[in-house]
């Protein structure tokens, strides 16, 4: 589904990096640069993504220090969008159904937004996705994927959302996991297909297991034969929305494994 942002400069020293805020000059350490693009960038194990509607009007920037991303977006637009993920490596088969039982992402999000748009985050699973503008080109492939934790409205109000005339959703069961009941849909979304799990009692950190949730999209129509591309901890914003934002995550494919994703 697929903001005046504060202008930042950085410049990378060993071991830290200064950055120039309206004057003001910060020393942050195990920082990458100020990214203001939407192209993927790696630091320290971790990756970013970031994508902009057609729409968007305004301006964002993103970072990574140690393991956390933090985003700044200022979009004025009323129909503008922003999607900023970070990922980290750890659970990549080569498809949906090679995922380990023991399979876990876990994710937190401390988010500042304000405005008349509206924001959701969570883990993002795609399915297929091919790397650029051709997965558009043949949407009946590319699953894109949410499980929201926490968002700027209400369950029940994205379940309104979810299910106005624009989406014309399919209505799933309702499931448990990580002990709280997701609500669950099917959406045909332009030329790609959604799948969306909403928790019913939103959270700002948690872990979820990433194969019961799989195999219910795959008995709800997702294809377990395609390319599973990996999670990442995602927030996307819609419409008028200005703020900052900070994102973690962590994954493991081992049933015992302690994950850390606090922010």
Request: proline share 3%; charged share 20%; net charge neutral.
């Amino acid at each position: 589904m697929k903001r005046i942002v504060i202008l930042i400069t950085g410049v990378m020293l060993i071991g830290c990096q200064t950055i120039s805020q309206h004057g003001k000059n910060t020393k942050l350490t195990n920082a990458s640069l100020i990214y203001d693009n939407t192209s993927a960038f790696k630091f320290q194990g971790r990756k970013s993504h970031a994508w902009v509607s057609d729409k968007f009007t305004g301006k964002h920037s993103r970072q990574i220090s140690d393991n956390i991303l933090t985003f700044i977006v200022d979009q004025t637009h009323e129909k503008g969008g922003l999607d900023v993920g970070l990922s980290k490596p750890g659970i990549q088969p080569s498809r949906s159904t090679d995922v380990s039982d023991g399979a876990k992402i876990c994710s937190s999000y401390d988010i500042s937004l304000t405005g008349e748009g509206r924001w959701w985050a969570g883990p993002k699973i795609s399915v297929n996705w091919q790397g650029d503008e051709s997965a558009k080109q043949n949407g009946d492939d590319w699953y894109e994927n949410y499980i929201i934790e926490i968002a700027s409205t209400s369950p029940a109000q994205l379940h309104d959302i979810l299910t106005d005339d624009y989406f014309s959703p399919e209505i799933l069961p309702d499931t448990v996991w990580a002990g709280a009941t997701y609500r669950n849909y099917k959406i045909r979304f332009h030329d790609w297909w959604q799948f969306w799990s909403v928790r019913q009692n939103y959270r700002e950190t948690g872990t979820v297991p990433v194969k019961p949730i799989l195999e219910f999209w795959t008995l709800h129509g997702l294809p377990s034969a395609r390319k599973f591309n990996g999670v990442k901890a995602n927030i996307e914003t819609y419409g008028a929305v200005n703020g900052t934002g900070r994102l973690a995550v962590d994954v493991t494919t081992q049933v015992d494994e302690n994950l850390d994703c606090a922010i």
